[in-house]
């Protein structure tokens, strides 16, 4: 572990020299978020003993149900909860429970892997953009009675995307409920005693924002996931929706390839926990 951080502070030193010879404000910037991403992990606390508000208050990443909650912007990977904008049941005794939960500002590049209250789900095929699939038979946590208790359909977040064909089977839910530029989740859970006390709590490892790159002549390369954290901060400079929404031209763009040379081998892991 001692290597390791020593390892770290060797390269945040090198970088902080390096960022010298920058444009001052750059170099801030760049700076200020190698600090922040280089922060302490804070350790998952369990949530035994405590309800949903604690949680919240420690910071831990777990659903909210809000019409004001504040939408994450996910740079690299990580594990997130979200927050629930739709509840809804049906069927005979409310046999299903319908779900749906924004996770992040979009476009995302991936989702990996669903959570339902800590289990990791097995999907009978992988996750993709706008499809629906539904629990594997292999899993034993939520394939009951050779029946799936969950289907999902993800949404990564494009300006275009359309509403859910799952959840449209509802007349609360309309063509018009696009959520567009947001990556969410559309799920359908079918009530069995032995798999769900509650309602479920979801969780999504993602891959997050798709971010624009600059090759050596400075041209802009088509949005694609990235650790690099040049990259990503001049994402949020210049995003006009959540972030500071700089125009390209007050960029020092040479500055930001610079130093995303300096980060692409060195300070990427960073970006995976």
């Given at each position: 572990m001692?290597?390791?951080v020593s390892?770290v502070?060797?390269v945040a030193?090198?970088?902080s020299?390096?960022f010298?010879n920058?444009?001052p404000?750059?170099?801030l910037?760049i700076t200020?978020?190698?600090?922040?991403?280089?922060r302490?992990?804070?350790?998952?606390?369990?949530?035994?003993?405590?309800?949903?508000?604690?949680?919240f208050?420690r910071?831990?990443l777990?659903n909210k149900?809000?019409?004001?909650?504040?939408?994450?912007?996910?740079?690299?990977?990580?594990?997130?909860?979200?927050t629930?904008i739709?509840?809804e049941?049906?069927?005979?005794?409310?046999?299903y429970l319908?779900m749906?939960?924004?996770?992040?500002?979009g476009e995302?590049?991936?989702i990996e892997?669903i959570?339902?209250?800590?289990?990791v789900?097995?999907w009978?095929s992988?996750?993709?953009n706008g499809?629906?699939?539904?629990?594997g038979?292999?899993?034993?946590?939520?394939?009951?009675d050779s029946?799936?208790?969950?289907?999902?359909e993800?949404?990564y977040g494009?300006?275009?995307?359309s509403?859910?064909?799952?959840?449209s089977?509802?007349?609360n839910?309309?063509?018009?409920h696009?959520l567009?530029?947001?990556c969410?989740?559309?799920?359908r859970f079918?009530?069995n005693?032995d798999?769900f006390?509650?309602i479920?709590?979801v969780?999504a490892k993602?891959?997050?924002k798709k971010v624009?790159?600059?090759?050596?002549?400075l041209?802009?390369?088509?949005a694609?996931?990235?650790?690099?954290p040049?990259?990503?901060?001049?994402?949020y400079?210049?995003?006009?929706?959540y972030?500071?929404g700089?125009?390209?031209?007050?960029i020092?763009l040479q500055s930001?390839?610079?130093?995303?040379?300096?980060?692409?081998t060195?300070?990427?892991t960073i970006?995976?926990?």
């Open positions: 001692g290597s390791f390892s502070v060797s030193i090198k970088a020299n390096y010298k920058m444009n404000l750059v170099s910037g200020l978020f190698i600090s922040w991403a280089l302490p992990k804070v350790p998952e606390i369990s949530d035994f003993g405590t309800n949903e508000f604690d949680d208050e910071g831990i777990l149900q809000s019409n004001d909650a504040n939408i994450p912007v996910i740079y690299g990977e990580r594990l997130t909860g979200g629930r739709f509840l049941t049906s069927g005979t005794d409310n046999t319908y749906a939960i924004i996770m992040a500002e995302i590049n991936d892997e959570l339902i209250d800590d289990k789900v097995t009978a992988a996750l993709s499809t629906e699939v539904e629990v038979s292999g899993d034993s946590n939520f394939y009951k029946t799936s208790l969950i289907r999902i993800p949404h494009t300006d275009a995307q509403a859910s064909t799952l959840l089977t509802l007349s839910w309309g063509s018009n696009k567009s530029g947001l969410y989740l559309a799920l079918k009530w005693q798999a006390t509650g479920p709590k969780q993602i891959q997050g624009v790159a600059y090759n050596s002549g041209v802009a390369q088509t694609a996931y990235s650790t690099n040049s990259w990503c901060l001049l994402d400079l210049t995003n006009a929706r972030g500071k700089l125009a390209v031209t007050e020092d930001f390839y610079d130093a995303s040379l300096v980060c692409e060195q300070v990427t970006f995976r926990w």
